[in-house]
């Protein structure tokens, strides 16, 4: 039996007074469970801090209700209807397509309009490492299994003539390979060009289901597709006819043969913004449309791709394939449960619904924003749910061999790690790799998202994301300055102008994933005189875009370098969504250093240390900073976060890349271990010397600028900041620079410019 009984999602991040938001539970025993509308404060459980705080809120949803077991649709593919059954081959068809597979030992569904349960239909499919194509009535099925097996990772042509008339059914797959375009070249001897004709004797019945590409429907009384196909699918196109020996080879050499009832090219709709939709264009006029479900990998290499053009909006004729995976997820798609009423006096804070079955519970997190166009607080905390996303239900630790070396130290899980391990309905995170090897590029909200809850501690043992946001959301409270809670979501729906509404904006503890237009809402609220803390580590690094037509999806590519668990494909760093290019925004000359004085330099997560004060702390246009604080004294030298102000991951100074001439350097971190080590993007050779016990770059730099108008910028430049406020009961050197800032920040008085 699972380890989580009951939990949940709802359906965005971010809700303002007044509106709603839906919410969707799983209990994996049925019977009564209750729920209730709890504010968080503070989650980490470390006994030094001050524990656990929520505060139960009165709402509409406050109330017991039936639970059900809800099932999850995984895995990626395209649903075509056909209502008029112009594909159901009762009188003989013909099916091409290009294949490129990546997991061919498995047993998984090509294209297919095909009830799996009743056995009716047809379907091309892999089994064993070889081509098989079924046709069946629902009593009796004829397999036809092409003899030659496939290799991974390899372009094939196949061609399968269903021949009613002369009960004749015939394959035939060819190897497509270039010099680019598969796992192997043109000099490798790969036998596996085959072919088969053999008698049958069924003929398909109707199945009473959609065309599938990339797997086979369960059965025609749900929407369910089973064996799903791993890899790529360039150009299918189905005839209703057998076509001849001339034709066939035709289409084997990517010729264009006339008179297909539906051909699917799916580099039709790509647009110099990238691929805004989920649908699929049967260009025949047959209007046989598809649309993807579970968001397949788009703007791919296709079969011809020739290795001269990397970005697909500029040949998409070289771009036709979509790649499919088993356990791609881009909404559990669940049964509503229920729907909060967010009330028009509700404070903006974090919040949750807490749901609880027979002792067992779960906190759904979403965040409540002021009402929309309004502020009710002069400082705003900017909650950083793209990274969140990108960061949702990672199994780094669990899968990936060299993380513990990575780490520095012993992984520790917990139940809701290992419920990530051992099922595959919750989704992936931007740092695993889907079951055939391709990194995962999208993430999604509407799952149930199990290290995103308050209490949840990192498989390296701390707190990270939104438990560690909680540390400043706590801070707030204990130190009586009121704040609003804002999201990432809102700010790439409103733009500086949101941001403009408050005096001061606060990051979150890790902003690490960003769209271009986030950072341009950044540059312009400061030029124009906003003010802003950076009490973070690594932002503002991965380029992120969120899908046009699903807000709850968002993209990553990651590129030639910088932290990355997985490396995109030569011709396949552009997001589809978008048409960008991914990777780091630093490769795209958007170093954070130019918004904020620093960028991510090294990650430590083993310990963290204290900052020492340098010469500019004393200077005297900058005494208000340090006001109540001994600079003899090490600062941020203790904290819930590995005993530190400065550690996990930090950034520093780099002229070179954008910070600002008129930026203070206040405080520098030393003592670093041998674990915390140098980005990949700074090391261009490798070396002795790249860590923390002997590289003066592994740092933290604690920083200060002013900006146009009266703005300003303090970064604090590490993960680990936050997790410091609360210590000797929010009495120490991290908590009075923090306020002293704010309160400057806020106040009416004159930034005096530092240039």
């Given at each position: 039996m699972?380890?989580?009984f009951?939990?949940?999602?709802?359906?965005?991040?971010?809700v303002a007074?007044g509106?709603?938001?839906?919410?969707?539970?799983?209990t994996?025993?049925?019977g009564?469970?209750?729920?209730e509308?709890?504010?968080?404060?503070?989650g980490d459980?470390n006994?030094?801090?001050?524990?656990y705080q929520?505060?139960v809120?009165?709402?509409?949803i406050?109330?017991?209700?039936?639970?059900?077991?809800?099932?999850?649709?995984?895995?990626?593919?395209i649903e075509?209807?056909d209502?008029?059954g112009?594909l159901?081959g009762k009188?003989?068809?013909t099916?091409q397509?290009f294949?490129?597979?990546?997991?061919?030992?498995?047993?998984?569904g090509?294209?297919?309009?095909?009830?799996?349960?009743?056995?009716?239909?047809?379907?091309?499919?892999?089994e064993?490492?070889?081509?098989?194509?079924?046709?069946g009535?629902?009593?009796?099925?004829?397999?036809v299994?092409?003899?030659?097996p496939l290799?991974?990772e390899?372009?094939y042509s196949?061609v399968?003539?269903?021949?009613?008339?002369?009960?004749?059914?015939?394959?035939?797959?060819?190897?497509?390979?270039?010099s680019?375009?598969?796992r192997?070249g043109?000099?490798?001897?790969?036998?596996?060009?085959?072919?088969?004709?053999?008698k049958?004797?069924?003929?398909p019945?109707?199945?009473?289901?959609p065309v599938?590409?990339?797997?086979l429907?369960?059965?025609s009384?749900?929407n369910?597709?089973?064996?799903?196909y791993?890899?790529?699918?360039?150009?299918?196109k189905l005839y209703?006819?057998?076509?001849?020996?001339?034709e066939?080879?035709?289409?084997?050499?990517?010729?264009?043969?006339?008179?297909?009832?539906?051909?699917w090219?799916?580099?039709?709709?790509?647009t110099e913004?990238g691929?805004?939709t989920?649908l699929?264009?049967d260009?025949t006029?047959?209007?046989?449309?598809?649309?993807?479900?579970?968001?397949?990998?788009?703007g791919?290499t296709?079969?011809?791709w020739?290795?001269?053009?990397?970005?697909?909006?500029h040949?998409?004729e070289?771009?036709?394939a979509?790649w499919?995976?088993?356990d791609?997820?881009d909404d559990?798609?669940?049964?509503?449960?229920?729907?909060l009423?967010?009330?028009?006096?509700?404070?903006s804070?974090?919040y949750?619904?807490?749901?609880?079955?027979d002792?067992?519970f779960?906190?759904?997190?979403?965040?409540?924003?002021?009402?929309?166009d309004?502020?009710?607080?002069?400082v705003a905390?900017?909650i950083?749910?793209?990274?969140?996303?990108?960061?949702a239900?990672?199994?780094?630790m669990q899968n990936a061999?060299v993380?513990?070396?990575?780490?520095?130290i012993?992984t520790t899980?917990d139940?809701?790690?290992?419920?990530?391990?051992?099922?595959?309905?919750?989704g992936?995170?931007?740092?695993?790799?889907?079951v055939?090897?391709?990194g995962?590029?999208?993430?999604?909200?509407?799952?149930?998202i199990?290290?995103?809850?308050?209490?949840?501690?990192?498989?390296?043992g701390?707190?990270w994301?939104?438990?560690?946001?909680?540390?400043l959301?706590?801070?707030?409270?204990a130190i009586n300055i009121?704040?609003?809670?804002?999201?990432?979501?809102?700010?790439i729906?409103d733009?500086a102008?949101?941001?403009s509404?408050?005096?001061?904006?606060?990051?979150?503890?890790?902003?690490?994933?960003?769209?271009?237009?986030?950072?341009?809402?950044?540059?312009?609220?400061i030029?124009?005189?906003?003010?802003a803390l950076y009490?973070a580590?690594?932002g503002?690094?991965?380029?992120t875009?969120?899908h046009?037509?699903?807000?709850?999806?968002?993209e990553v590519?990651?590129?030639?370098?910088?932290?990355?668990?997985?490396r995109?494909r030569?011709?396949?760093l552009?997001h589809s969504t978008?048409?960008e290019?991914?990777?780091?925004?630093?490769?795209?000359?958007?170093?954070?250093?130019k918004?904020?004085?620093?960028?991510y330099g090294?990650?430590?997560l083993?310990?963290s240390?204290?900052?020492?004060?340098?010469?500019d702390?004393?200077?005297?246009r900058l005494?208000?900073i340090?006001?109540?604080?001994?600079k003899e004294?090490?600062i941020?030298?203790?904290?819930l976060v590995?005993g530190?102000?400065s550690?996990l991951?930090?950034?520093r100074?780099?002229?070179?890349?954008?910070?600002?001439?008129?930026?203070?350097?206040?405080?520098?971190s030393?003592?670093?271990s041998?674990?915390?080590?140098?980005?990949p993007e700074?090391?261009?050779?490798a070396?002795p010397?790249?860590n923390g016990?002997?590289?003066?770059?592994?740092?933290a730099?604690?920083?200060?600028?002013t900006?146009?108008?009266g703005g300003?910028?303090f970064?604090?430049s590490?993960m680990?900041?936050?997790g410091s406020?609360?210590?000797?009961?929010?009495?120490?050197?991290?908590?009075?620079?923090?306020?002293?800032i704010?309160?400057?920040?806020?106040?009416d008085?004159v930034l005096?410019?530092?240039l």
């Open positions: 699972s380890r989580i009951i939990t949940g999602y709802c359906d965005r991040p971010n007074p509106e709603s938001l839906d919410f969707f539970v799983n994996e025993i049925e009564e469970y209750r729920a509308l709890v504010r968080l404060f503070h459980l006994p030094d801090g001050p524990g929520e505060v809120i009165d709402s509409n406050n109330g017991t209700y039936r639970g059900i077991k809800q099932e999850t649709q995984i895995g990626g593919y075509c209807s209502n008029n112009l159901n009188d003989g068809l099916l397509c294949i490129w597979p990546t997991t061919p030992e498995k047993r998984q090509i294209i297919s309009r095909w009830s799996d349960n009743s056995g009716k239909g047809w379907a091309l499919l892999i064993d490492g070889h081509l098989v194509f079924v046709v009535d629902g009593k009796n099925e004829s397999r299994k092409c003899p030659q290799f991974p390899v372009w196949v399968v003539r269903l021949d009613v008339a002369n009960q004749l059914v015939s394959i035939s797959q060819v190897a497509k390979v270039n680019v375009n598969s192997v043109r000099v490798a001897a790969i036998e596996s060009d085959g072919q088969v004709t053999e049958f004797t069924t003929i019945a109707d199945a009473g289901v599938i590409i990339a797997g429907s369960r059965d009384n749900s369910k597709v089973v064996a799903n791993n890899g790529k699918i360039d150009a299918p209703s006819r057998p076509l001849n020996d001339k066939v080879e035709q289409l084997q050499d990517g010729s264009t043969v006339g008179g297909a009832v539906a051909a090219d799916f580099a039709e709709g790509i913004n691929i805004p989920d699929v264009y260009v006029g047959s209007n046989l449309h598809g649309r993807c479900i579970n968001q397949p990998d788009r791919m296709g079969w011809n020739k290795g001269r053009e990397e970005h697909f909006i040949a998409p070289e771009y036709g979509i499919f995976h088993e791609s997820l559990c798609r669940w049964q509503k449960s229920f729907s009423q967010i009330p028009l006096d509700i404070k804070g974090a949750a619904v807490k749901v609880e079955k002792g067992h779960d906190h759904i997190p979403f965040f409540i924003t002021p009402p929309q309004t502020a009710t607080a002069k905390v900017l950083p749910t793209l990274s969140y996303m990108a960061y239900n990672t199994q780094v061999a993380g513990q070396a990575i780490m520095g012993i899980l139940d809701r790690d290992l419920e990530l391990n051992e099922r595959n309905m919750y992936l995170s931007t740092y695993d790799y889907h055939d090897g391709r995962v590029q999208y993430s999604t909200w509407r799952r149930p199990l290290n995103m809850r308050p209490t949840y501690r990192h498989e390296f701390s707190v994301q939104f438990p560690a946001d909680l540390h959301i706590d801070w707030f409270k009121d704040c609003d809670v804002i999201t990432d979501h809102d700010l729906r733009g102008e949101l941001l509404k408050y005096k001061v904006v606060v990051t979150g503890s890790h902003p690490e994933y960003y769209t271009g237009g986030m950072l341009d809402a950044w540059e312009e609220y030029n124009t005189g906003g003010r009490l580590g690594n503002f690094y991965w380029i875009t969120v046009p037509e699903k807000p709850w999806l968002i590519r990651k590129g030639e370098s910088g932290d990355q668990a997985w995109a030569p011709g396949e552009y978008t048409g290019r991914g990777g780091l925004w630093r490769h795209r000359a958007r170093a954070p250093q918004i904020w004085g620093t960028g090294s990650h430590g083993d310990v240390v204290g900052y020492y004060p340098m010469p702390a004393s200077d005297h005494e208000w340090f006001d109540g604080v001994n004294e090490i941020g030298d203790f904290g590995n530190g102000a550690g991951e930090m950034d100074i780099d002229y070179a890349l954008g910070t600002p001439p008129n930026t203070m350097l206040l405080a520098c030393s003592g670093h041998a674990n915390a080590m140098l980005v700074d090391q261009y050779f070396y010397g790249l016990k002997e590289n003066p770059l592994v740092r730099d604690m920083t200060y600028f900006s146009y108008n300003a910028v970064s604090a590490s680990a900041w936050c406020l609360s210590h000797n009961n929010y009495n120490n050197s991290v908590s009075k620079i923090t306020e002293n704010i309160r400057r920040f806020c106040s008085q005096e410019e530092v």
